[in-house]
């Protein structure tokens, strides 16, 4: 199985509260922000690792490709996906500011018909937009099936289709998809149990980790000779159009006042009967 | 700007009651437009739960009955046909999994824009806009879109729900389009999760669990019992459903649910960026956390700084006693 897995770099997600915003309102500024992949898109990463893996052996059993839109020093945080074990990585060299999904989707199908990959996997969201939208609309533009927020995979028909657990508002609900398809990830989707590919043992559980696998020191040499391919948009011929623009910017207004810090109980349930009244 | 189309989520035939502030939204666009909106009732039981949608001021209802569960490649060809055929200019939903889901695809087949999970919808000099969270909701973004047709999944806990206008709609059968892909993707099941609370994103009150509950018995015997009591939902954090101490349902924040109860009790909850992107718009915030520097502190209105394990039963008993 091959797998293409879109990665975006998103400022430091832990520390999202540092972002700010220029004095006129038009732009986002990150300046000074260390560069992270997405987290879904790292979910997305060990997930698609894992269906191409012999889990006990680390055996290789499929090709994992990763991709991203960004300027060339992406390069940077795509090395960490190829230490973690993909094989190699594609860098669509672009100012990756302005663009709205519609049009990361357009860049991507163009991508996904020069690679043919059997599956694209990519994180649900990107925390940075937290749109939740790219992998909808690059199935829809590859006329493919989907299975969004997928929280557990299951290869089945020898990797002609998959069962998919998608983690909805009311509970699990399970698709099965014929490949090629496109799927996004949920966080959920790294817990040990998962993903079953059909050749790692049925009883075999992945460590507790609430993000992707640390690479190895073995892994991290191997990914300074994996290569990166550098490609523009004209390599793809395609000329993508976003249909958002975003013309303000500003940051959130703040609760009002300070914590009152009770000290008991009863002090707790007076304030919320008298004072804030919701009791 | 022309007509409006509000998409309403059916399950076990009936409309989800997210979707009232679809219809709030389209309601108040639609007179400031001066223009009309329908609602397109689509899925299994969406004969059944049509009949809950005819008083809020559409001009028709369409129907279309699809057996088995969502599958949006089975949903979609029918709800742009519609659009199309209809001249819609604004389609909506509530940023449900499955507005998010579907509607998404959806603009992308009509190339139309999509502005996702706003919170925000204004309506000037004839055209839309919209303003949104971003960066776990640390920054909110305004926007237009440069297509005829918009297209946007709505916050619901920044909405009202729409009210019934004592007027009947038109209830119009559409067939389901032809879908070309329905035979690459087939729904399998739901497994849903059973409860008696009210669901998270509709509850006034919300008691929320952290890891600190240390077990999935201490979730249930020390949440339970105050949320049984203020008639309130259970909610989570991600540490608490990643340690398997309660279901992935109740989980809140940037994954998971986005909830504005009027109460919002934060219990052994730390209250990491991820997690106050999903409950910091809440009336009233209590946190009842040992940690005085924790995170969740900034947000709070009221903090309790004693464990967890004796002061969520005393206050369950002091409000029962006072009650």
Redesign the interface.
């Known amino acids: 199985m091959k797998i293409l897995v879109p990665i975006k770099r998103v400022a430091d997600p832990d520390n999202a509260n540092k972002v700010g915003v220029s004095a006129d309102g038009r732009t986002i500024e990150t300046s000074g922000m260390e560069w992270k992949i997405n987290p879904f898109d790292e979910y997305a990463l060990e997930a698609a690792l894992r269906l191409t893996e012999h889990g006990v052996t680390k055996e290789r059993i499929g090709e994992v490709v990763l991709c991203s839109i960004a300027p060339a020093d992406v390069a940077t945080t795509l090395r960490q996906g190829l230490a973690m074990g993909a094989e190699r990585a594609i860098v669509v060299e672009q100012d990756d500011s302005a663009l709205d999904a519609f049009a990361v989707a357009e860049i991507l199908a163009a991508l996904v018909k020069r690679e043919k990959p059997d599956l694209v996997m990519l994180g649900k969201q990107a925390v940075d937009g937290d749109a939740s939208a790219t992998g909808q609309m690059l199935a829809e533009q590859l006329e493919w099936p989907m299975a969004t927020i997928a929280m557990r995979i299951e290869v089945e028909a020898e990797g002609k289709r998959l069962k998919v657990g998608r983690e909805v508002d009311t509970g699990v609900l399970s698709l099965r998809v014929e490949l090629p398809a496109v799927l996004t990830a949920s966080d959920r989707l790294v817990h040990p149990h998962s993903v079953r590919n059909g050749v790692t043992p049925a009883d075999f559980s992945y460590p507790e980790s609430d993000g992707g696998r640390y690479a190895s020191l073995k892994g991290i040499m191997a990914a300074k000779k994996k290569p990166i391919d550098t490609l523009t948009l004209a390599d793809l011929e395609v000329s993508p159009t976003s249909l958002c623009d975003y013309t303000q910017f500003r940051l959130p207004s703040a609760r009002g006042g300070q914590a009152v810090f009770v000290n008991s109980v009863a002090e707790l349930v007076q304030h919320l009967k008298q004072d804030a009244k919701v009791l | 700007m022309g007509p409006i189309l509000v998409i309403a989520e059916v399950?076990d035939s009936s409309v989800r009651k997210?979707s009232l502030v679809a219809l709030g939204c389209a309601t108040r666009v639609a007179q400031e437009a001066g223009t009309h909106f329908d609602v397109l009732c689509i899925g299994e039981g969406a004969s059944q739960a049509a009949a809950e949608l005819g008083s809020f001021g559409a001009k028709r209802v369409f129907v279309t009955e699809i057996p088995g569960?969502?599958?949006?490649?089975r949903y979609?060809p029918t709800v742009t046909h519609l659009v199309e055929q209809e001249g819609h200019k604004f389609v909506l939903a509530t940023a449900?999994?499955?507005g998010?889901?579907l509607l998404?695809?959806c603009?992308?087949?009509l190339?139309?824009?999509?502005?996702?999970?706003v919170t925000d919808v204004r309506l000037s000099n004839g055209s839309l806009?919209f303003e949104?969270?971003?960066?776990?909701?640390?920054?909110?973004?305004?926007?237009?879109?440069?297509?005829e047709v918009n297209v946007a999944t709505l916050r619901q806990s920044e909405f009202s729900e729409a009210v019934p206008q004592g007027t009947t709609s038109e209830q119009v059968e559409l067939p389901m389009q032809a879908a070309?892909?329905a035979?690459?993707?087939?729904?399998?099941?739901?497994?849903?999760?059973a409860s008696d609370r009210p669901e998270l994103?509709d509850a006034d009150?919300v008691i929320a669990g952290g890891r600190a509950l240390k077990s999935s018995e201490n979730f249930k015997n020390i949440l339970e019992p105050l949320a049984d009591l203020?008639g309130g939902a259970i909610g989570a954090s991600?540490a608490a459903c990643?340690a398997g101490y309660a279901?992935?349902?109740m989980q809140v924040g940037?994954?998971g649910?986005v909830v504005a109860p009027?109460?919002y009790v934060a219990v052994g909850i730390s209250g990491?960026?991820?997690h106050l992107a999903g409950m910091?718009g809440s009336?009233?915030?209590?946190?009842v956390n040992k940690d005085?520097e924790a995170p969740i502190?900034?947000?709070?209105?009221?903090?309790?700084?004693?464990d967890l394990f004796s002061?969520i039963p005393?206050?369950t008993d002091?409000?029962k006693s006072?009650s």
Do not use: W
Request: charged share 20%.
């Open positions: 399950l997210a569960g969502y599958v949006c490649e979609l449900t999994t499955y998010k889901d998404s695809r603009a992308a087949k190339k139309a824009g999509l502005a996702s999970d806009t949104r969270p971003m960066y776990a909701g640390n920054v909110f973004g305004t926007l237009t879109l440069n297509t070309p892909l035979d690459r993707v087939h729904f399998l099941g739901l497994e849903q999760v994103t009150v203020l991600r990643d279901t992935v349902d940037q994954t649910k009027k109460l990491a960026i991820q910091k009336k009233v915030i209590v946190a005085k502190v900034q947000v709070a209105d009221y903090v309790l700084a004693e002061a005393a206050l002091a409000l006072a």
